[in-house]
């Protein structure tokens, strides 16, 4: 069973509010907040394919090396140039990344096609400037939209309740100062927390147990380990 926002906020006597899973029906005006709290903590260490973006189209600029990073995004997942020149562009540490900062006999940068990059708060910067408008494709693990009575469901709600809830409940004993009192305590939803979020990503990492690592070879006509594709 998964729970909505309305239900998480709801009053003491609502099934599946904080309050009612409190037994405290004064925390329910800082419901929201606990909720914004906790799936911040939990968006901050998962990384699972649900938080992926379907893939992005842009260009890079003209004699720049970067591109502005989107405001909802936690870390790159693929980034690639596409088209006639296409190639994968392969995260590196930025001390490498500037180690490949290439220069003419006047000091100023050689523009040419990017081949490695690194990421800030604000971009994604290149080792070179581009000499053209690359077409490229970028996908990334990304901040979902807050839960909230407008948004009152998502991935977590519906598959990972139990994560949600225990977040929610350490942040929500913390604010009941419930530290070292009782069988229900911050450290006992605090460690809950901890064992729903490694099972989490624990299941996102099996979503890619039939990927195939390798090259590939289209047109084989057999089957079996050697079928079309492997």
């Known amino acids: 069973m998964g729970w909505t926002w309305n239900q998480l906020t709801g009053p003491k006597g609502t099934t599946g509010s904080v309050a009612d899973w409190m037994n405290n029906s004064t925390i329910q005006p800082i419901t929201d907040a606990l909720i914004q709290e906790a799936t911040a903590w939990i968006y901050s260490r998962l990384r699972h394919w649900r938080m992926k973006t379907p893939p992005i189209s842009g260009a890079l600029t003209l004699n720049s090396d970067n591109i502005a990073v989107p405001i909802d995004m936690i870390e790159p997942a693929v980034f690639r140039v596409v088209g006639n020149y296409a190639r994968n562009m392969v995260q590196k540490p930025e001390e490498s990344v500037l180690a490949a900062w290439q220069y003419d006999g006047s000091g100023n940068r050689v523009p040419q096609q990017p081949r490695i990059y690194y990421f800030n708060q604000s971009y994604l910067a290149f080792d070179s400037p581009s000499d053209r408008a690359y077409p490229y494709i970028l996908t990334y693990f990304q901040i979902p939209a807050a839960l909230s009575n407008s948004n009152p469901t998502n991935f977590l709600t519906n598959f990972y ?36 979020l490694a099972a989490a990503q624990a299941d996102s990492d099996r979503a890619a147990r039939a990927v195939v690592v390798g090259a590939t070879f289209d047109g084989l006509e057999t089957t079996g380990p050697l079928q079309e594709g492997w």
């Open 161 to 196: 309740p139990a994560l949600l809830r225990c977040a929610i409940m350490s942040s929500a004993a913390e604010w009941a100062k419930d530290s070292g009192v009782g069988n229900y305590d911050r450290t006992y939803w605090e460690e809950r927390t901890l064992n729903e």
